[in-house]
């Protein structure tokens, strides 16, 4: 039982390239979530997906894309990054119905250049 | 309305002493209140929780007092150790809506 896993861990892009951030859950979770993590700001919910079949916006949906690709995977699309994209990024998943404890992955650290 | 405010932004506090983190909220909905655990290179993880019909809750050296007329709630690290050391983040969401709103994180240093 993996928990939730996320590739790649590291990745440098230069502005204006594109590229998905892989969450993967083996919980049977519903609810799956992106967060972006910076300095001093906490988590902000990027892009969230209630079960599979649907995705729904959070506080920073901007320059971002997802794709619910199944019950066990959610993916992370940045079309052109930016240096604002500079972060480290969090997938997470939740068992609907409770007790609402999000499993969170080991993050992906992203800079763009 | 939909803010989770938490404090201190950092905190140092010597091995064996008692760590404290407040939070605050507006949103008198929430109804689950739970603080996260995140060590450096890792995700949160979940350390405890609380429903607002309780006003303390006690897992080990860790204990949330709970206010709801000041809509306030915090957390008491009892003890602290220097494997207490982290960033913690409290947390506040309704049943009904699985977001939850994450308050900014207080990094805490335990010094031996």
């Known amino acids: 039982n993996a928990g939730v896993t996320q590739t790649p861990k590291f990745q440098v892009l230069k502005t204006g390239q594109s590229m998905t951030l892989q969450c993967a859950q083996d919980m049977n979770h519903n609810s799956m979530y992106w967060y972006r993590q910076d300095p001093g700001m906490g988590l902000r919910l990027i892009y969230y997906?209630?079960?599979?079949?649907?995705?729904d916006k959070g506080e920073v949906p901007n320059g971002y894309n997802v794709s619910r690709l199944n019950k066990r995977e959610f993916s992370l699309r940045l079309e052109s990054a930016a240096p604002s994209q500079t972060s480290v990024y969090f997938c997470?998943?939740?068992?609907?119905?409770?007790?609402?404890?999000?499993?969170f992955g080991p993050g992906t650290r992203l800079t763009v250049t | 309305q939909q803010q989770v405010k938490q404090s201190p932004q950092s905190l140092i506090v010597q091995k064996g002493g008692i760590s404290i983190i407040n939070c605050a909220y507006e949103?008198?909905?929430?109804?689950?209140f739970p603080w996260y655990q995140q060590f450096p290179g890792k995700g949160p993880a979940l350390l405890i929780a609380i429903r607002p019909d309780v006003s303390e809750k006690k897992e080990g050296r860790f204990t949330i007092s709970f206010n709801k007329s000041a809509k306030q709630f915090s957390l008491h690290i009892m003890d602290s150790q220097p494997g207490d050391s982290a960033t913690y983040f409290c947390?506040?969401?309704?049943?009904?809506?699985?977001?939850?709103?994450w308050g900014a994180g207080t990094k805490l240093i335990i010094k031996p």
């Open positions: 947390a506040a969401n309704m049943d009904s809506n699985y977001q939850l709103i």
């Open positions: 997906s209630a079960s599979e079949g649907t995705t």
């Open positions: 997470a998943s939740i068992e609907t119905g409770g007790p609402y404890e999000q499993y």
């Open positions: 949103n008198t909905a929430f109804d689950y």
